[in-house]
């Protein structure tokens, strides 16, 4: 009956679970979808638009098909993963990804070439490769707010365009359905289009069509999930559908993990059904011979009748009674404990963590995006056995706010470190910011705005370097000034907040920019505020404003960044058909495609690299700025390359890096900027925390290792960069050395202050040398030992990958050296106390940290500003780091108290009801007879045992005060309440409980007449009540702070018992299935005194020799817990006391 209880609750909450995401699946199925279907015939449906041979058909999207035509208007998700066709204005939309990657920048998307609907589209669109006069068609003014939102709403516009796009007649070729929401390969062979025959080369109408390929990429798709926005409406050619979509890819689970209490507890499991097995057998063995010794000689037992369960052959009877013991004894392993214990957690986590006040960004509470959420209850408990935590530095430890703080203009360092932009006002003229800025830059912006509107183009030659002779005096800075501003706000990917997005806007005004990098938009938002101003990036034209005078730039190629390049460019022309390559990027991928010497802006690698290390050295970001100028045929010979790479559908990636990587070469140096990334509120004191709770904390960094140095000397991570263990070599024998050194010394070290106080060690190390130490093993496993030992590790350049190879580094080195610690035989047991102890936990924002997070035992998102893939893959999502130390020192430590008496517990009053059968074997000839009726052994699990341990594991706590825990961080994993030690000797004193309240009752049985107390069921009965009564005082035991509610349900699960067994009587009288040796049982037991006393001296003595250990722990050996607790009730006895006196 326990095991049907068991699956049913776990069934229950599957089916519930299980209908949640039917019902989910089916209101998105029943979504509205516009598609655009042929047909020659009319269709009088009111839901229908009828455009000639072409109507609009409002169906769901399960109905989407591949190689439909679907149309999508401003406010609606994407049904399916689509090819952008066309838009409403200028063949360009924004979508928002926030379902896919949680960013809630717009992202811009446009229209794939060769469908263009007039022959004026395509011209822009060849203008743009073969380099035409753009003039003419883009001299025009940009469109009015007015004008641009007539355009998104002109149905009439919209159906000629359903209408002629059904005619374009071509093949899209792409990849095989992928999860990868960043790259995507393929091309479209055009075979006719009918609209811009000429233009694209086809011929005139009626001539043989004659195919053209372009390449296809994700600037053209419309992922299912994205949301158009302020667009109008787009069409789209349908891709991917279903389960092949990006976003059905990317829904795998977060990878399963099971806690160590999961761990502890299934071990404990295996070894109970051991010694339950074991208990069978002896019982077996001893049911036998006490029939060979005893029974035969009592004829009223007919032994000598061999039939079934009695076999004469020994080894049959055997067989047999163990499974008959096995039966009588199953309730020793707590089957129920399985569906407690997942509603507990479930509990834990959703009203607990999920809804913990303290856990809320105070600034916004109501924001429910950023509340805490627990994703995976399994590793609740290892909340409290975390032994490394490996952190993310850039949106994890810092706020991912940035702010522009410095700049090198060549080599000029232009600006204050007291300064800051964000104090300035929004309409404070540009030269009144550039002079609080730096001195230097109002000379400069007079001399530039001296200059000539239809000159400025002469002097805005991005690609040539700026040479100050030794006589010019400092002539040359504002040219400096003019080519590095203007490269600032060229090379970017972000787009400005328009009059189209924000009504409020007036005179084209721009308030604000979007983009995938913070980084970006500072930069962009800094210029804006300096006079240099980025308006629009209209049909691939940028219209900037410098200093009030309009420039605008066609922009032929842009190279994205990615974490592999580090680095990203665009390619732009000026109205004078000056073609120049723009490049911004870290320095370590910058400074060696640089170039220096004479003729060039820096004399030598060296200075330029001075000028980062000094920035990097005040904990700022730093990025290069680089630049050169390219001839018409270099450009349009190496962009024909560039788009055969595009086309290969292939290897699109690795051709397409070798194209951008052949270009961004040998470029003249512009400047640096240094960006600060702000530390979230209360970062270093959290880290102090952490590392006070005996948990070592990794930094895991892409940063300049010294701005990584200054960040961890910012959050406490580094107490004395003096003395500080470095690692940068790129030969593997040195380093090899070097670590070998440091792990001899530091081991000697440790061992001479042992007795002393603790010395903190830190070590740095970077990437390149980080992947020397992780490609030998040998060397891999002696980094690992020097890390163990030290209390804080910071790693710079680091690559995504490398995160992850960290974690699993650390984790093996702990399984190993808990192995080796055993000695040999007992080698098993260091694998099975790996499971239990030395947690990792990993935690980040961005989507590089998903790898880390997964690979850690307990992965923490931080829901940030590079999405939410970080938060979404991990197991428990928070809004800042300094939520960290609430989440490990409250909620680990509560929820391990918590669970662990619950398991213990458990397991306790299962034993104990097993064992009281036990004994009566011992009395019963090992028959294999229950001294209760299974129903009423049913009842003790399922309802007179279940809810007081239940309310404990609830609502007990350690400490009454909980941010106790969180103000003593060196009691954090320390506990041993749930070890193997206290877990069996709680065992053991079931085993005594149940002979204290079996042999009582047995030996005190008498006979008088018809109120004799000698019989089976009574005997029983008095033991089975005494025994839930000493089960039931044990969670008073336990429980550190007792309430009325708690006692209540304690008080009301035992006495509910007693009419339960009237109620039992009264139901097989009622079903006529009455048992006689029952009958009357209940009534004659309850009303012997003797009845009474023996259950009373049972509980008090059980009771008695419970209170008397618990007396002695607090007295003489009490843990850390219990003398945290003394201290509050000792607290508030003075503060009663000292009421009292004023009183």
């Known amino acids: 009956m326990a095991l049907l209880f068991v699956v049913i609750v776990s069934g229950a909450k599957e089916a519930v679970e299980d209908l949640k995401r039917h019902s989910f699946d089916g209101i998105t199925n029943r979504t509205t979808a516009h598609i655009v279907h042929v047909t020659d015939l009319a269709n009088d449906d009111e839901e229908e638009e009828e455009i000639g041979n072409v109507e609009i058909r409002d169906q769901k999207w399960e109905d989407v098909k591949v190689g439909q035509i679907i149309l999508v208007f401003d406010g609606e998700e994407v049904p399916a993963d689509c090819i952008c066709l066309h838009t409403a204005v200028d063949n360009t939309c924004y979508v928002k990804t926030a379902n896919l990657d949680g960013e809630t920048n717009l992202k811009i998307k446009s229209a794939m070439r060769g469908v263009e609907l007039t022959k004026e589209e395509a011209d822009d669109q ?33 159906k000629q365009h359903a209408h002629k796009l059904v005619q374009i007649q071509g093949q899209i070729h792409c990849e095989q359905p992928s999860a990868d929401l960043h790259n995507f390969k393929g091309y479209v062979t055009i075979a006719h289009n009918p609209w811009v025959c000429d233009s694209m080369g086809q011929g005139e109408p009626g001539d043989s069509p004659r195919a053209s390929e372009y390449p296809l990429n994700m600037g053209e798709m419309l992922l299912r999930g994205t949301t158009l926005m302020n667009s109008g409406y787009a069409f789209g050619l349908v891709v991917y559908t279903g389960k092949e979509t990006r976003i059905f890819k990317n829904n795998s689970k977060t990878p399963m993990k099971s806690g160590s209490m999961e761990y502890f507890l299934n071990i404990q499991i295996v070894v109970l059904a051991i010694v339950q097995m074991l208990i069978c057998i002896a019982c077996a063995i001893g049911s036998y011979l006490w029939r060979e010794r005893f029974g035969f000689d009592m004829p009223y037992l007919m032994y000598d009748s061999f039939v079934s369960v009695n076999y004469q052959n020994p080894v049959a009877y055997i067989v047999v009674y163990t499974l008959t013991f096995w039966i009588l004894y199953s309730s020793m392993v707590p089957i129920s404990l399985f569906v407690t214990l997942e509603l507990v957690r479930f509990w834990q986590c959703i009203c607990f963590i999920n809804f913990d006040p303290e856990l809320r960004v105070k600034e916004d509470p109501e924001d429910r995006s950023l509340w805490p959420k627990a994703r995976n209850s399994n590793v609740n408990d290892d909340l409290a056995r975390i032994s490394y935590i490996f952190s993310d530095k850039t949106g994890t430890l810092t706020s991912n706010e940035m702010q522009l703080r410095l700049i090198s203009v060549g080599l000029n360092q232009l600006g204050r470190e007291s300064f800051k932009f964000e104090d300035m006002q929004p309409d404070d003229p540009p030269t009144h910011v550039a002079s609080e800025f730096d001195q230097k830059l109002p000379d400069c912006f007079s001399q530039i705005s001296s200059i000539d509107q239809l000159a400025l183009i002469d002097y805005l030659k991005l690609g040539d370097p700026t040479i100050e002779s030794k006589n010019s005096k400092g002539e040359a800075l504002p040219m400096q000034v003019l080519r590095f501003f203007t490269c600032m706000t060229l090379c970017h990917s972000v787009l400005p907040e328009s009059h189209s997005v924000l009504p409020e806007m007036e005179n084209n005004k721009v308030i604000g920019y979007q983009g995938p990098s913070p980084d970006e938009v500072c930069i962009v938002n800094t210029m804006k505020q300096l006079g240099f101003v980025f308006k629009e990036n209209k049909s691939n034209i940028m219209y900037i404003d410098i200093l009030g005078r309009k420039c605008k730039f066609r922009v032929l190629n842009v190279l994205e960044f990615s974490s592999d390049r580090k680095r990203m460019s665009v390619v732009v022309q000026d ?20 170039l220096y010497g004479a003729n060039t802006t820096a004399n030598s690698e060296e200075e330029v690299d001075k000028i980062i290390h000094d920035y990097s050295c005040k904990g700022l970001r730093c990025l290069m700025f680089g630049a050169k100028q390219l001839s018409f045929d270099e450009w349009k010979n190496w962009n024909q390359n560039f788009r055969l790479a595009a086309n290969d559908i292939e290897n699109r990636e690795e ?21 600060e990334d702000k530390l979230q509120e209360e970062v270093p004191e959290s880290i102090e925390i952490l590392r006070d709770a005996g948990i070592k904390v990794w930094v895991i960094t892409g940063d300049k290792q010294e701005t990584a140095i200054n960040i961890g000397i910012a959050c406490k991570l580094i107490s004395d960069p003096e003395k500080l263990i470095v690692f940068n070599e790129n030969c593997k024998k040195k380093l090899e050395e070097g670590i070998n050194s440091q792990l001899d010394s530091l081991r000697k070290r440790k061992q001479s202050i042992a007795k002393s106080s603790p010395k903190e060690e830190e070590l740095v190390i970077d990437g390149k040398t ?58 098993w047991t260091g694998w099975l106390q790996n499971l239990t102890d030395n947690k990792v936990l990993s935690i980040g924002d961005g989507a590089n940290d998903v ?99 239940l309310i404990f594991a609830l609502m007990d706590s350690p400490v009454e005060n909980l941010e106790t825990l969180a103000k003593n961080p060196r009691i954090y994993n320390t506990s041993t309440c749930l070890t193997v030690v206290t877990f069996w000797k709680g065992q053991i004193k079931a085993f005594v409980d149940a002979a204290i309240c079996y042999y009582i009752p047995y030996n005190a049985a008498f006979t008088s007449g018809y109120r004799s107390l000698d019989g089976l069921w ?37 006495f509910i018992m007693f009419p ?62 219990m003398i945290l607790s003394e201290r509050e009730v000792s607290k508030v006895k003075a503060d009663r006391i000292r009421r009292s006196q004023l009183n």
């Not at 109205?575 to 640089?594: E, F, H, S």
């Not at 197991?875 to 800042?880: M, Q």
């Not at 007792?1042 to 209540?1048: D, R, S």
């Open 851 to 949: 790898p880390m997070i997964q690979r850690a035992d307990v992965g923490v998102g931080i829901v940030g500003k590079e999405g939410r893939q970080a938060s979404n893959n991990s197991d428990f999502s928070i809004a800042r780091f300094k939520f960290l130390v609430r989440l490990l020192l409250v909620h680990g430590q509560t929820t391990q108290y918590r669970n662990a008496n619950l398991i213990k517990y458990s397991f306790y009053k299962n034993i104990a009801i097993s064992a009281m059968f036990l004994y009566f074997q011992f009395d019963s000839g090992y028959s294999g007879q229950a001294s209760v009726d299974s129903l009423t052994l049913n009842f003790y699990n399922t309802v007179f045992t279940a809810i007081p341990i």
């Open 575 to 594: 109205q004078k058909k000056n073609i120049y390559l723009l490049c911004k990027g870290a320095d370590t991928v910058m400074l060696p495609r640089t």
């Open 655 to 675: 051709a397409m890096s070798r194209c951008m990587d052949e270009i961004e070469r040998n470029l003249h140096f512009v400047g640096i900027t240094a960006v």
């Open 1018 to 1054: 009574a005997v029983g009965r008095i033991s089975y009540i005494a025994l839930q009564g000493v089960v039931t005082l044990e969670v008073l035991c336990i429980s550190r702070h007792v309430t009325t509610l708690f006692v209540a349900f304690v008080v009301y699960s035992w």
């Open 1060 to 1121: 339960f067994f009237y109620l039992f009587e009264a139901s097989m009288q009622a079903f006529q299935v009455p048992d006689p040796q029952q009958v009357g049982v209940t009534t004659q037991t309850f009303a012997s005194a003797a009845a009474w006393l023996q259950i009373l001296v049972a509980i008090a003595l059980s009771v008695g020799i419970r209170f008397t250990e618990k007396g002695l722990k607090v007295i003489f050996y009490p843990d850390d817990v």
């Open 770 to 827: 980080l992947s020397l130490v992780l490609s030998d093993q040998s060397l891999s496993r002696s980094f690992a030992s020097l890390g163990a030992l030290c209390d804080c590790v910071l790693v710079c350049r680091a690559s995504p990958s490398q995160k992850a190879e960290i974690v699993t580094l650390m984790k093996e080195f702990e399984k190993n050296k808990m192995i080796e610690s055993k000695i040999w035989g007992f080698k």
């Open 126 to 158: 060849e203008r743009h490769i073969e380099l035409g006069d753009f003039s003419s068609r883009h001299g025009h003014a940009i469109k009015s707010s007015t004008e641009r939102t007539k355009t998104m709403r002109d149905k009439d516009q919209m």
